[in-house]
């Protein structure tokens, strides 16, 4: 079987910011930023050719064990955001996310890193090597150098 897929060392996934998405004081919430991350995140994996559902299909999920994350900026409804995405380590059975967040202007309003393992169905580690070579290697060659 041939597997195509994307070499992208860093990804962007850009949206308008919803209405419901705002608190009382008219900028988003801080909780949206981490579903941007999620959104982006999975937008990223897709777009190499690791969408989460094929992955998931296989027995194999991918939980964040450790979420790190600083804001810099307010976004408000009616602007537009655009993360940036990247892979920064890959060790087989762990990976390592960077995201930027930045407004329409170009100005920064969030990053972090999200740590994740590939789990089995019995939530214990797995090597993406031995379980799934293919995977694997499209995780090996996307990580930023």
Wanted: proline residues 3%; without cysteine; glycine residues 6%.
């Amino acid at each position: 079987m041939l597997y195509f897929f994307a070499v992208i060392k860093m990804y962007e996934y850009s949206r308008d910011i919803f209405y419901y998405e705002t608190d009382r004081m008219g900028v988003v919430h801080h909780s949206n930023f981490v579903r941007w991350l999620e959104e982006a995140r999975t937008a990223y994996f897709a777009e190499i050719g690791l969408p989460y559902d094929d992955t998931e299909r296989r027995g194999l999920m991918s939980p964040i064990t450790a979420l790190n994350v600083r804001f810099l900026g307010f976004a408000r409804f009616g602007d537009r955001f655009t993360v940036r995405v990247r892979m920064t380590r890959y060790t087989g059975v762990r990976f390592f996310v960077r995201y930027t967040v930045v407004n329409q202007n170009g100005d920064m309003l969030f990053e972090g890193d999200s740590a994740h393992a590939f789990v089995g169905a019995d939530y214990r580690p797995v090597s993406m090597a031995r379980a799934v070579p293919e995977k694997h290697e499209i995780m090996a060659e996307n990580v930023e150098e």
